[in-house]
């Protein structure tokens, strides 16, 4: 990781930095002067009934970057960034142990509401999953539930222009979001995760079931929304993760011989274009290029 | 990488029915013939049961179109019946069976949906399945034992005090005033609710459960409480089902001849209390059948006509509004 520079703060200028691999993403992202890490995961294992799915998983998420999760299917990538806003307590048998803090504060602790927990930090899915209501109130949902008072069809106008979907969708707010394209409905799946003012964005494969020019256009929204947002991504795809993000995860699955347990583990976490470009572990390395996964 | 995920999505029926096509483009044989075999059969049902539900319809009308002639519009509209003078309005007997209905579904639709809930997104799963059974099992008990369960045991200790507190307290409300009987349209209704809720019930619960989880997931992680998800995801999602389940159930108390024919009070009035005692149209039929004739049997049969009428038109507006449903 490269040090905090309070010298450099305007945006596109690149940072000279000893590590020496600045990825394209970095160039292009601000630092603030001072920086907490957003979420600092200590030690975190998940297991569903018996099978442990992750185990010992230990990482820092930097606010205002994208972090991509990749690995092989299963290997539990799903699984951690569920983590991130208690959704694996949905899952009948989940258990989740070690800490997730969110600024700081441990979100498993006892007398945390998952409910806050997630109001705090959004989600966007694999498949798009707009409500069955029209367009302007898949956006307002969140905002209602959150007790919003503002002006309404502000809100709606602003999610969708950050989303952008605006310009797609403006003639028709009352329309059912069903009779969106995928991608239009993802991008409004994001535009509803936006609208309640989240802290951090967990997307978990959100391009895996567009076109490629509709992954583009998530892609580039990615690029506008981590000015604000913290941003963290599953992706199958390491071209994805390559272009997108800033760092990166790889987690891979552990095979226990004796009893053929498998479970998930971070292999290797650092800056998206030395993981990519040199990987310090070899199972990393076989994985990003393509060897095996 | 994206290339090679478009390819893999591309629809697979279209290389399978390319192979099997290629070539032999007239594919023979048993499967085939069997085919054909099935479409015959199947078109063969349709038209049997069109032609069996036109001859019902026909033939009943038949024999009561005389009844109708002499009769007129009095026949729905007058509620004087006494087959000894050869005056058969049935007015009485359709406000018994609205009243009653409606009676059901006040009481059995909320408390079906708050079952269903309870059963799909609220109980530990120890309970869903023996809970879950248990009201399945209710929906095939057969309408006679509710009847007599109604006339002996919920008679004396429900409905009998419950009607008579309704008098006496609210009876200034003319839809509870007395003086009050257990047998009546209060009572008919209850165990038509009784009846009814675990059809309804079970019926909910599937929609609820066929909710996809996406639904859910997507609400959850927007901060919704598990009310709000019900409220917000659930709920809209399972309309069109639950007025399904809801039309149903209401099929079900119109049509209930035994259980309403024991607990109505068997009276040819028209009453706005509740608490008094009725009559309903399946209820006369199964009361009088055994000894009526000539004109008074023409007039028990049109009163089925009528049923049946009423029956297809709630049925078309259920329709209708599940149509409503399904375009927003
Ligand atoms: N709901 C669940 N119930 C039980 N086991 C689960 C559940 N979800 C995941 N698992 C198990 O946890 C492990 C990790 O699954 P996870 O979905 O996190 O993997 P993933 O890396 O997201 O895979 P993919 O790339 O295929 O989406 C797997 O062994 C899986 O079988
Ligand atoms: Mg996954």
């Known amino acids: 990781m490269s040090e905090k520079s309070p010298m450099v703060q305007e945006e596109g200028v690149d940072m000279p930095s000893p590590a020496a691999v600045v990825s394209r993403d970095d160039a292009q992202s601000r630092r603030p002067p001072v920086e907490q890490p957003v979420f600092s995961v200590r030690d975190l294992s998940v297991s569903y009934g018996k099978n442990v799915a992750l185990k010992g998983v230990t990482m820092d998420i930097r606010p205002r970057r994208i972090t991509a999760i990749i690995g092989p299917s299963g290997c539990g990538k799903s699984t951690l960034i569920r983590c991130f806003n208690r959704m694996n307590e949905l899952i009948p048998g989940a258990q989740v142990d070690g800490q997730v803090l969110y600024h700081g504060e441990d979100i498993y602790a006892p007398g945390v509401d998952p409910v806050v927990v997630r109001r705090h930090v959004g989600m966007v899915f694999q498949r798009p999953n707009p409500f069955p209501k029209s367009i302007y109130d898949n956006i307002a949902f969140g905002a209602k539930i959150n007790?919003?008072?503002?002006?309404?069809?502000?809100?709606?106008?602003?999610?969708?222009?950050?989303?952008?979907?605006?310009?797609?969708?403006?003639?028709?707010?009352?329309?059912?979001?069903?009779d969106l394209s995928g991608g239009q409905q993802q991008r409004l799946c994001i535009a509803r995760a936006i609208a309640v003012e989240p802290d951090v964005i967990l997307m978990d494969e959100p391009a895996s079931a567009l076109d490629p020019i509709a992954t583009v256009r998530i892609e580039d929204l990615m690029q506008e929304l981590k000015r604000d947002y913290s941003i963290i991504i599953v992706t199958h795809n390491m071209q994805q993760a390559a272009r997108v993000s800033d760092e990166t995860a790889f987690l891979y699955t552990e095979v226990d011989e004796a009893t053929s347990a498998r479970w998930g583990i971070l292999v290797e976490f650092g800056k998206t274009g030395r993981i990519f470009t040199s990987p310090r572990d070899k199972r990393t390395e076989d994985y990003v290029s393509g060897r095996f996964g | 990488m994206l290339l090679r995920r478009s390819v893999r999505s591309a629809p697979s029926s279209l290389s399978a029915s390319g192979t099997a096509s290629a070539g032999v483009w007239r594919r023979k044989g048993v499967g085939r013939r069997a085919d054909s075999l099935f479409a015959v059969l199947a078109a063969l049902s349709g038209v049997l049961i069109l032609g069996i539900l036109g001859w019902m319809v026909v033939s009943t009308t038949g024999t009561a179109l005389p009844v109708f002639g002499s009769q007129g519009i009095s026949f729905i509209t007058s509620s004087r019946w006494s087959p000894s003078d050869g005056e058969f309005g049935t007015l009485a007997f359709i406000y018994g069976?609205?009243?009653?209905?409606?009676?059901?579904?006040?009481?059995?639709?909320?408390?079906?949906?708050?079952?269903?809930?309870?059963?799909?997104?609220?109980?530990?799963k120890r309970l869903k399945g023996p809970v879950g059974q248990a009201v399945d099992l209710l929906a095939a008990v057969p309408s006679v034992i509710y009847g007599l369960w109604g006339v002996f045991i919920l008679l004396p200790l429900f409905l009998q005090p419950v009607s008579d507190f309704l008098a006496e307290y609210l009876g200034f409300i003319p839809i509870f005033k007395g003086p009050?009987?257990?047998?009546?349209?209060?009572?008919?209704?209850?165990?038509?609710?009784?009846?009814?809720?675990?059809?309804?019930?079970?019926?909910?619960?599937?929609?609820?459960?066929?909710?996809?989880?996406?639904?859910?997931?997507?609400?959850?992680?927007?901060?919704?409480?598990?009310?709000?998800?019900i409220r917000q995801a659930v709920l809209p999602r399972a309309r069109a089902g639950i007025v399904g389940a809801t039309m149903l159930g209401l099929g079900r108390a119109l049509g209930e001849t035994i259980a309403v024919a024991l607990l109505i009070g068997s009276s040819v009035s028209i009453d706005a209390s509740i608490v008094r005692p009725g009559y309903s149209m399946a209820a006369v039929i199964a009361n009088q059948f055994q000894e009526a004739t000539g004109d008074h049997i023409r007039a028990l049969v049109g009163i089925g006509v009528v049923l049946f009428a009423l029956t297809i038109i709630i049925n078309m507006a259920a329709r209708a509004l599940v149509w409503r449903f399904n375009r927003t």
């Open chain 2, 97 to 124: 069976t609205v009243v009653t209905s409606v009676i059901a579904l006040l009481i059995a639709v909320p408390l079906s949906l708050g079952v269903s809930l309870f059963l799909t997104e609220y109980s530990p």
């Open chain 1, 147 to 178: 007790g919003y008072k503002g002006d309404m069809d502000e809100l709606v106008e602003r999610s969708l222009r950050r989303a952008a979907l605006w310009d797609e969708v403006k003639a028709k707010l009352k329309k059912s979001a069903l």
């Open chain 2, 180 to 229: 009050p009987s257990g047998l009546s349209y209060f009572g008919a209704g209850v165990i038509l609710a009784i009846m009814i809720t675990p059809i309804i019930t079970s019926l909910c619960r599937e929609v609820f459960e066929t909710v996809p989880g996406a639904d859910r997931h997507a609400a959850y992680a927007l901060g919704a409480t598990k009310w709000e998800v």
